[in-house]
């Protein structure tokens, strides 16, 4: 594929992909305020951020088999009209609950664009060219943590954070605009035939048995997990602990995500040079050890925030090269089923996620100890299912090519 080509797609992918988590960043600055207005606690403002994430997982598990029964483009239409209608509903609402229950809807909507953009990939290529073009799709992804908390901290100041649901509302008519006039359909109808419901369900009964699917996944998990967690806590303990404002907090937000961004690039590169599997296996250990010191400094008494910020930099560059190859990894032999297993593997990712911050919530306090806590069990857990997945000879199957 040219490589404008790749661009166009990686965009537009992208840009679906990064619907959901605009929904999520935009907002990180105001879940203080939104707390204050809705008369709710931080656990009430933390569960909006939750059945989010819950939502958008399970709602994969539907969207990945439908996409295969009736191609890609039908579920991202019906997806993203649900997620306007949602967002319009949590612009105009006055109560805490009924923003719960909107959230949710609108994480169901966001989920199409979580599953079937992997999918897209995986039905165009495998192996380094489906890495070269992950991490494309991810470079567009990753502008959401940069440019999202920013530009909600300007929204908010302009409007309050109901503003905030506002633009993702136009941000997902916009999404749904750019797949009917520039996106093809990759699942062909005789692929189609093949697909149902039956079909779907042995899918799911195949891959939960394939204990590397399982692996992969879980180490994408894991690093996803810890990056969670922080997106839970973070504007807490950097407003309210450490006093910034939501601007400052929207820059050392985003600080974090020009490092993932960066690393994410070279993936494929070193994916090619030296094979998928061993740089999963070193990119997953340093982000460990890097998280690992974290904690043991806030653990023995340490609150410097430049700390934080700068060893939380580094174990986000290793995330760069673990999330997508472990990704890409996970799916390369499941092409004829890769609506499904994106789907598994995105609602597995999600409910790792939705199930750290709530963990995490119990003993949150507003200072840093328990989402470093968090974040480094994540990392750690990651650590411990590469090794255990990757750690002998690597199977049998399709391996990186290797050059040089």
Request: hydrophobic share 55%.
């Amino acid at each position: 594929m040219p490589v404008t080509r790749y661009l166009k797609m990686a965009l537009i992918l992208g840009l679906i992909s990064a619907i959901g988590p605009f929904a999520i960043d935009m907002y990180l600055p105001a879940l203080p305020a939104i707390g204050q207005s809705l008369g709710a606690d931080v656990g009430q403002v933390q569960l909006t951020l939750t059945v989010f994430f819950l939502a958008l997982g399970c709602g994969q598990l539907l969207y990945g088999p439908v996409s295969d029964m009736v191609g890609r483009k039908p579920p991202l239409y019906f997806g993203l009209g649900l997620f306007t209608l949602a967002s319009i509903g949590c612009a105009l609402t006055t109560d805490v609950d009924m923003l719960i229950a909107l959230r949710f809807l609108q994480g169901l909507g966001a989920a199409a664009g979580g599953a079937i953009p992997r999918a897209i990939v995986r039905d165009l290529h495998t192996g380094n060219e489906a890495a070269r073009l992950t991490s494309l799709l991810m470079l567009v992804f990753s502008v959401s943590p940069i440019l999202a908390p920013l530009v909600g901290s300007g929204v908010i100041a302009l409007t309050g954070w109901r503003g905030v649901f506002v633009c993702v509302a136009v941000a997902a008519v916009a999404g749904m605009v750019m797949v009917n006039r520039a996106l093809s359909e990759t699942r062909t109808v005789e692929q189609r035939v093949e697909s149902s419901l039956g079909s779907a369900l042995r899918a799911y009964w195949l891959l939960l048995r394939d204990t590397r699917f399982l692996g992969l996944v879980g180490i994408a998990s894991g690093a996803m997990a810890g990056f969670f967690v922080f997106v839970a806590g973070s504007s807490f303990v950097f407003i309210d602990h450490y006093g910034f404002s939501p601007t400052q907090y929207s820059l050392a937000f985003s600080f974090n995500a020009v490092a993932f961004i960066g690393a994410s690039q070279f993936t494929a590169p070193l994916g090619k040079r030296f094979g998928l599997v061993p740089l999963v296996k070193f990119a997953a250990t340093t982000s460990g050890a890097f998280m690992l010191s974290l904690l043991i400094y806030f653990a023995a008494g340490g609150d410097q925030v430049w700390v934080l910020m700068a060893l939380f930099f580094v174990a986000s560059g290793f995330m760069g090269f673990v999330i997508p190859s472990a990704s890409v990894l996970a799916l390369d032999r499941h092409g004829a089923i890769a609506g499904t297993a994106s789907a598994l593997m995105g609602t597995l990712q999600m409910m790792g996620g939705a199930m750290a911050m709530g963990i995490v919530s119990l003993f949150a306090n507003g200072k840093p100890l328990p989402m470093v806590a968090g974040m480094a069990a994540g990392s750690l857990t990651g650590v411990a299912l590469t090794w255990l997945t990757l750690g002998g000879k690597a199977p049998a199957g399709p391996q990186p090519v290797r050059t040089g």
